[in-house]
């Protein structure tokens, strides 16, 4: 199974700045997304990150607000955009190490609280 | 609209006991579906993925169900520990969705020693 790291763990952030969120995994995977998680709520796909292209992006989501990289097989960065209080949540990274019959890992999480 | 749904929200039991966590979906026509358990202000451990082909898996006192035409799962949990206190997620992948996982709202699970 893939271990995921993930940074930082948490952070509380200023309205109108932006934080990038860093994923390392241990080993090379074909799939890595990002999600949020609402407080009090479960996971929303955020977007998947797409090693040498641009991330897919699910309804609801636009890159100018949350840009992504995937440099390599092994790493990818989340940023999120001139942030308000409504983006303060739980941002979660996950991989995937085959294909789509594989199972999921997840990283530990950035806890972001904007004020 | 593809969803997914957990009941309870919340389940408090003693130790020891075993118990029963519902999932349920709305289109039969999936992937698989996985298990997953989040400690507070952690991220999520997988632990069982059934294909849509299989009945269920087990790992250790762990065992899931599946039973696509009534759109259901369970995990049940047996001897429960305190150390089983956690939210249980399940999150289904559809076959229209490709990759793409839809996560229930949890069921959160509180074992009293």
């Known amino acids: 199974s893939a271990v995921i790291s993930q940074k930082p763990s948490r952070d509380i952030c200023q309205r109108g700045t932006s934080l990038t969120i860093q994923c390392q995994v241990d080993s090379q995977v074909t799939m890595m997304f990002w999600y949020r998680q609402q407080p009090g709520q479960s996971l929303t796909l955020i977007a998947t990150?797409?090693?040498?292209?641009?991330?897919?992006?699910e309804s609801g989501f636009v890159i100018d607000k949350f840009p992504i990289s995937r440099p390599n097989l092994t790493f990818s960065t989340l940023t999120v955009s001139n942030m308000s209080p409504e983006d303060s949540s739980i941002y979660l990274c996950?991989?995937?190490?085959?294909?789509?019959?594989?199972?999921?890992?997840f990283g530990s999480g950035t806890q972001l609280s904007v004020l | 609209k593809q969803e997914v749904t957990q009941i309870p929200a919340a389940l408090s039991v003693p130790e020891g006991e075993n118990l029963v966590l519902n999932c349920s979906f709305t289109d039969s026509a999936i992937y698989n579906l996985q298990w997953f358990r989040q400690d507070p202000g952690k991220g999520l451990t997988s632990l069982l993925l059934i294909q849509s082909s299989q009945r269920e898996q087990t790992s250790g006192r762990l065992n899931a169900s599946l039973d696509k035409s009534s759109g259901r799962s369970t995990l049940y949990i047996a001897a429960s520990q305190p150390g089983d206190s956690a939210t249980y997620l399940c999150a289904v992948s559809w076959e229209t969705s490709g990759s793409r996982l839809t996560f229930g709202e949890g069921t959160q699970l509180t074992v009293n020693p």
């Open positions: 996950s991989a995937r190490d085959g294909s789509w019959n594989e199972k999921l890992f």
């Open positions: 990150a797409n090693q040498g292209s641009e991330a897919t992006y």
